[in-house]
Every structure is written in structure tokens, then in C-alpha cells.
């Protein structure tokens, strides 16, 4: 059974700092992918990673895929309040491509 | 550009109700996915549709059911709600080629009281 895990769990900052979430599991993954999701609504999309190795920016987040695709990692630089929510790695199981989540990571910034 | 809709957004259902929750997929995307998530939870997924078949099946309790149309909408049919239904249900969709890629709806907010 493929499984996701993230940490921190909960990470509460003051705005101006840095911070790294992490993703990780003991399987290979084909791709995976960050989503953000704010109270009550669905996950928006932030990126696929798809290459080990592979490195993506966003504005001020920093995507980085493991050279075995076991892990990612995503860095926020100068994190501001509004970055504030849920961020969840995904990634891709079976021959359809339903997505298994991790626990998902609870980021709070305070201004 | 267009997004996945799902109506209603909120429904408040009695104990052993019905409930049909209706998503609207990215125009041409022709892989639809539902799935909840319960408070504090990930998302669990529940099924798939993919060119109107179901493409595959996960954690769905047997009283539930859900096809996709020819339009590509989908719907989730629950039948004897209970208490532990009460959750968000997210419909995302994808393209073929890019499966792993899935948009995901605003989700619709379900009370069993």
C-alpha cells in the first residue's frame, strides 16, 4: 500500500520567515503534486512534479522532487499571511490515477 | 478559464435520506473522480469514471452508487444517509495523458442530522 506522510503536522510562523514542508514515502511514485486548500473548499493545485530531481518555482515556493521520486518538499521564502491553509501532497496510485493525499501539513502565519 | 463545478455547494439531510450531489467537469476533460473528506481528514477516494465506465473504485460504501453522462457530468447518488456521512465531497477531473493532474471542485458540504 503506497502511503504519503508529511511534516510537520502543524507549523505556526511569523510572517517574514522561511519554512520547508516535507513529503515523504517508501514508495515510488510516478509524479506528485502539491495542492493548498482553504477551510470548507476544495484543493487548488500548486504543481506536478514529475522528474527526480526536479526542481519548480512558484513566486516565493520552491517544489522539489527527490532524485528516486520517494519525496518532495516544498519551501516557502518570506512566507505573508495570506499563504496561511492546508497544504497536501498527493500522488497518483493505480491505473487511473486516484490520488492517495498525505495528512497534509496545517500552516498558520502570523502577521 | 472554467473550473469544476459542483452543486449544491451545502445540503442538510435527514438520517436514512437520499442525496444526489452533481459535478461538472473542466470542459474536454474526460476523467471524472469523487471524493471525501472527513473533519481533519485527507481526502479518501471514492470512484471513477473515465469516458462514461467506471474506471475505478475505492473506499465507496455499497449505498452509494454514481455514473458520468454524456455530457461528462457526473453524479453520487447516496442512499440511507447516516450520521458519519456528514463531510465534503470533492469531484475532480483530468485529461487523459495527464491523469495525475486532477482540478478539483469547490465541494459539496454534506450534514446528516
Known amino acids: 500500500t503506497q502511503l504519503l506522510e508529511q511534516s510537520p503536522q502543524f507549523l505556526s510562523i511569523q510572517e517574514g520567515e522561511n519554512l520547508t514542508v516535507y513529503c515523504n514515502s517508501s514508495?515510488?511514485?510516478?509524479?506528485l503534486q502539491w495542492y493548498r486548500q482553504e477551510p470548507g473548499e476544495g484543493p487548488v493545485l500548486l504543481v506536478t512534479?514529475?522528474?527526480?530531481?526536479e526542481v519548480k518555482k512558484l513566486k516565493r515556493l520552491t517544489f522539489q522532487f527527490g532524485d528516486a521520486r520517494k519525496d518532495s518538499s516544498l519551501h516557502i521564502t518570506a512566507a505573508q499571511p495570506g499563504d496561511t491553509g492546508l497544504y497536501l501532497c498527493?500522488?497518483?496510485?493505480?491505473?487511473?490515477?486516484?490520488?492517495?493525499f498525505g495528512a497534509g501539513t496545517r500552516l498558520a502565519v502570523h502577521p | 478559464a472554467a473550473g469544476v463545478i459542483q452543486s449544491p455547494r451545502h445540503l442538510i439531510k435527514e438520517k436514512r435520506e437520499t442525496a444526489t450531489l452533481k459535478c461538472y467537469p473542466i470542459p474536454r476533460h474526460d476523467t471524472v473522480y469523487w471524493y471525501q473528506q472527513g473533519p481533519g481528514q485527507d481526502p479518501q477516494f471514492l470512484i471513477s469514471?473515465?469516458?462514461?465506465?467506471?474506471?475505478d473504485k475505492g473506499s465507496i460504501p455499497d449505498r452509494f452508487s454514481a455514473q458520468q453522462f454524456s455530457d461528462y457530468h457526473s453524479e453520487l447518488n447516496m442512499s440511507s444517509l447516516e450520521l458519519g456521512d456528514s463531510a465534503l465531497y470533492f469531484c475532480a477531473s483530468s485529461l487523459t495523458g495527464v491523469r495525475e493532474t486532477q482540478y478539483f471542485g469547490p465541494g459539496t458540504r454534506l450534514l446528516v442530522l
Open positions: 512534479v514529475v522528474t527526480g530531481g
Open positions: 469514471f473515465y469516458e462514461k465506465m467506471q474506471s
Open positions: 498527493a500522488g497518483p496510485s493505480g491505473g487511473y490515477n486516484k490520488l492517495i
Open positions: 514508495s515510488v511514485f510516478s509524479s
